[in-house]
């Protein structure tokens, strides 16, 4: 039984499973992993040795390399099997293959990040049929196995904090599971305003809210997102009582405490991954591949809401507006592949390429690549590339936070410039040291580009020392403290 249990789609570790039956760990990717490991890993515990004992972190099954490993280890306790889960007590979830992928693919990933990163063609999509209900009833089942794990694996009295859209039914359902639990829930995404969030069918746009609503705390990333939580419940959940000021929900006798947790990076951590010899071997074969050109960094998931068309776009009109840019810049596009079972993902990625060469041809030289764009998952290529950034692009249309934009100046060698989009969630803390953008602008970003690249180095120096101020003020472990401590 656990004093503090962590639940989320991803976990920390995940698995291919090769023709032979033997399995290939492979870390956890994004935000939230990255957030939640600094939290339970072993080495960085506070008494430097074991994670404590009593955290156990719940996730699912993502393919069939987990479920096999799943199945093998005793009661889904990845830790008991001797699998390297970074310290923690992970638990995974074999959920069935059908009901996983519609929780996952159809409801999460098409419809709920869809919803509050804007992402719809809105004169085609969404399209609520009787198949969006069969998928939402697969999403309850989904949610349904979290709470049971959650409910089976609590100590009395225990802490439990649920992450993120995956899991917007599962405090609801662990509540009334078991009552005497505490529980937090946290989105790592943006909120969709009232008038956006009502494309959902009302009772699944009710359901959701009313999910999070089971919990004692809900926490967002900025103030932003969590006004925009607290307008639908006022606008769109019957029987919801706002409190603005004192920031609750009140509904069926319960409150809802709302609250702010901008989660940053853990400085330590990062800057000794990025000193590992792996990472150095990437900078050199980075600098013989681009000499001492100037060099303009993104990196992404492929990921729509990541805005790297139109990034790439502004690269190609800053080319075209600044000639004396040809020959002395290059832009890195580094890009992990990412929910490849969407067909919006695979034709997005496509879109990047088709760009990228075309800039290539119109720019490329027999002795300059104008852009080096690299679809694959690469962690110390990406910390290199950090490292040696003159400008550090992070353009998302809309984005709960964006770690990039915070580990890039915390990792950078001589201090990058950073072009930011006002929509991610980071520009609330990092706008003043930025150079901000409207995500949909080619044209400005194109001139951001460009004055990045002009400033000078001292002031781009400055800059980027507070911005890596700013980026470590909230670390991962006491992000997940102050969440904890909400809760008391
Ligand atoms: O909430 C967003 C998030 O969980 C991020 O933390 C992470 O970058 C991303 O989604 C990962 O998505 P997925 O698990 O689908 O690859």
């Known amino acids: 039984m656990s004093q503090v ?14 023709d032979d039956g033997t399995l290939a760990p492979r870390r956890g990717g994004g935000g939230l992993v990255a957030g939640l490991a600094a939290v339970t890993e072993a080495d960085r515990a506070p008494d430097g040795g074991q994670a404590p004992p009593d955290v156990l972190w719940v996730c699912a099954a993502l393919g069939e390399g987990d479920r096999s490993a799943a199945r093998r280890a005793p009661g889904g306790r990845l830790d008991l099997d001797g699998h390297d889960t970074g310290g923690a007590a992970v638990r995974m979830l074999d959920i069935p293959a059908a009901t996983f992928h519609r929780a996952y693919n159809a409801v999460a990933n098409s419809t709920l990040w869809f919803v509050h ?12 049929d009787a198949r969006a209900r069969r998928d939402w009833q697969s999403y309850e089942a989904y ?3 979290f709470a049971d794990a959650l ?25 009334d599971r078991r009552p005497d639990l505490r529980i937090v829930h946290f989105s790592h995404t943006p909120w969709a305003s009232p008038e956006y969030y009502r494309l959902l069918p009302d009772d699944i746009g009710a359901a959701v809210l009313d ?47 709302v609250g702010v947790h901008p989660l940053g990076v853990d400085g330590e951590r990062l800057r000794a991954r990025a000193a590992e010899p792996d990472v150095a071997e990437r900078r050199r074969a980075l600098r013989e591949q681009v000499g001492d050109r100037r060099l303009i960094v993104r990196i992404d998931r492929t990921e729509p809401s990541k805005n790297i068309v139109r990034g790439l776009a502004a690269y190609r009109e800053m080319l075209a507006d600044h000639p004396e840019w040809h020959g002395r ?56 590339a950090y490292q040696v950034a003159d400008v550090l692009v992070v353009n998302p249309i809309r984005d709960g936070m964006n770690l990039v934009a915070k580990e890039g100046p915390v ?26 953008v409207n995500p949909y602008d080619v044209s400005q970003t194109a001139e951001a580009l460009h004055q990045a690249l002009l400033m000078p180095p001292d002031r781009r120096a400055e800059r980027c020392a507070r911005l890596a101020a700013a980026a470590t003020a909230l670390p991962p472990r006491r992000w997940f403290a102050d969440q904890l401590a909400a809760l008391d």
């Open 411 to 436: 990792v950078s060698e001589r201090g990058c410039a950073l072009v930011l989009s006002r929509e991610a969630g980071a520009a609330a803390e990092l706008a003043g040291d930025a150079l901000t």
């Open 117 to 128: 990163h804007l992402l719809y063609d809105t004169p085609r999509v969404p399209h609520f």
């Open 211 to 257: 999910g999070i609503l089971g919990a004692d705390h809900a926490g967002f990333l900025t103030d932003r997102w969590a006004a925009a939580f607290l307008d639908c419940c006022e606008q769109l959940l019957p029987g919801a009582r706002v409190d603005r000021a004192a920031r609750t929900v009140t509904r069926g006798g319960h409150v809802t405490r």
């Open 329 to 384: 810049v290059v832009h890195l596009a580094f890009a992990y592949p990412s929910r490849y079972d969407l067909p919006e993902y695979r034709e997005y990625t496509a879109a990047v390429r088709r760009l990228a060469g075309r800039i290539r041809d119109e720019y490329g030289t027999a002795s300059w690549d104008p852009l080096i764009l690299r679809v694959e998952d690469d962690l110390p290529r990406a910390l290199a």
């Open 143 to 145: 949610n349904a196995a």
């Open 5 to 18: 249990l962590v639940a989320s789609n991803r976990g920390p570790v995940s698995f291919s499973l090769a």
């Open 151 to 175: 409910a089976g694996e609590a100590a009395p009295g225990a802490k439990a904090a649920v992450q993120d859209y995956h899991l917007s039914l599962a405090p609801r359902m662990l509540r």
